[in-house]
């Protein structure tokens, strides 16, 4: 998580000088620093090089309405709580400021014990309901079960979710080379900042145009394996949750890694043992297909049903024969007919008891 603690930052987009004055002690009994903007489009692009806890606006702010402004900043830095700053005259506006998504409102002129309520109570609820995403995002990622591809699709939606991201992803190595594997389709500054984390082994930031590309690692048993991308509106924010989603990612990616050696390992054992039924039948094989063929030729002088019944036998032979062929194959790499299916469906079955503490299917006593 974040490195020491860094106090809570409030934005003030107000013209009036009185308000700010009187805002700033109060803000500051709190502790809770305070940042002045006089114009909307200056508070909006502030948004996109630092990040704020909680923003007090004016409702009227010349040409711009206030409410306009929250838009454009939640837009900017989604969940952001912003409280109004209500004058008396205009109360009756506090209802629709609420319905369209004010966390609260401060009566103007400013009573002092009145922001440091209003104020706490913003902060906190804003706190609440990061921590409730996350935890939200963490509890599926580590809850969720199935193939590889399922659990990182998962870990993907819940780093889009812990973040406020737009998009995620999960890379991993195939083929040497780095590649989106969960997730969503990566934008160019994506691919590159998790190039970038995968390369330094540890987080990277990249920015621009008012967005922020963040990337952690994945590591397994201290080596790169891949890395855990987003993208999101505004300046960098604290990679912590992306740091525990991605051992999330790597312990999946290190039991799919385990699985497949073993797939290897046991396939490997059923096919020498294949092979060594097939040279044990090879002999007597040839041995039998040459005495078909001595006694068809013999039959053949005779004619009649005797023929008939040597010429089946000589087809069984090659059928057998075959077979035997298609399990020598196997150990080039080349069955791919029914004994390969016997074969994979042979593995699974080994898989599947191995992972079941030695009870086998349904079908099993």
Do not use: W
Request: some cysteine; overall charge negative; hydrophobic content about 50%.
């Amino acid at each position: 998580m974040s490195q020491g603690f860094t106090p809570p930052a409030a934005l003030l987009v107000e013209g009036d000088s009185r308000v700010q004055e009187t805002l700033r002690p109060a803000l500051e009994a709190l502790g809770v620093s305070m940042t002045v903007e006089h114009r909307p489009d200056a508070a909006v692009a502030l948004l996109a090089r630092r990040r704020f806890d909680v923003a007090l606006l004016a409702l009227d702010l010349g040409s711009t309405d206030g409410l306009a402004l929250m838009r454009a900043l939640q837009a900017r830095c989604p969940g952001l709580p912003v409280l109004f700053l209500v004058p008396e005259g205009a109360r009756d506006r506090v209802a629709r400021a609420i319905r369209e998504g004010a966390a609260d409102c401060v009566g103007t002129p400013i009573v002092p014990e009145e922001v440091g309520v209003r104020v706490s109570a913003a902060l906190a609820a804003g706190r609440a309901a990061r921590d409730r995403a996350l935890l939200e995002a963490l509890r599926t990622a580590l809850l969720v079960s199935g193939p590889a591809a399922t659990v990182l699709a998962r870990v993907a939606d819940a780093a889009r979710a812990a973040m406020g991201a737009d998009v995620a992803a999960v890379f991993a190595f195939e083929d040497g080379r780095l590649a989106r594997v969960a997730g969503d389709d990566a934008p160019e500054p994506l691919a590159a900042v998790a190039e970038e984390a995968v390369a330094k082994g540890a987080p990277a930031v990249r920015t621009g145009e008012g967005r922020t590309a963040l990337s952690v690692p994945v590591l397994i048993q201290g080596a790169t394996s891949g890395a855990l991308a987003v993208e999101l509106p505004g300046p960098p924010a604290d990679a912590g949750p992306l740091t525990l989603l991605a051992a999330r990612a790597a312990l999946v990616m290190a039991e799919e890694r385990s699985g497949s050696r073993l797939r290897g390992a046991v396939g490997a054992s059923l096919g020498r043992l294949a092979i060594q039924i097939a040279h044990e039948l090879n002999n007597p094989l040839g041995g039998l297909k040459l005495y078909t063929s001595l006694l068809e030729r013999s039959l053949a002088q005779e004619g009649g049903r005797g023929l008939e019944l040597a010429r089946k036998v000589a087809r069984a032979v090659d059928e057998l024969a075959a077979r035997v062929a298609e399990i020598r194959a196997y150990e080039r790499g080349g069955a791919a007919g029914p004994l390969g299916q016997l074969i994979e469906s042979c593995v699974d079955e080994c898989l599947a008891r191995g992972t079941s503490g030695g009870r086998g299917g349904e079908g099993d006593a």
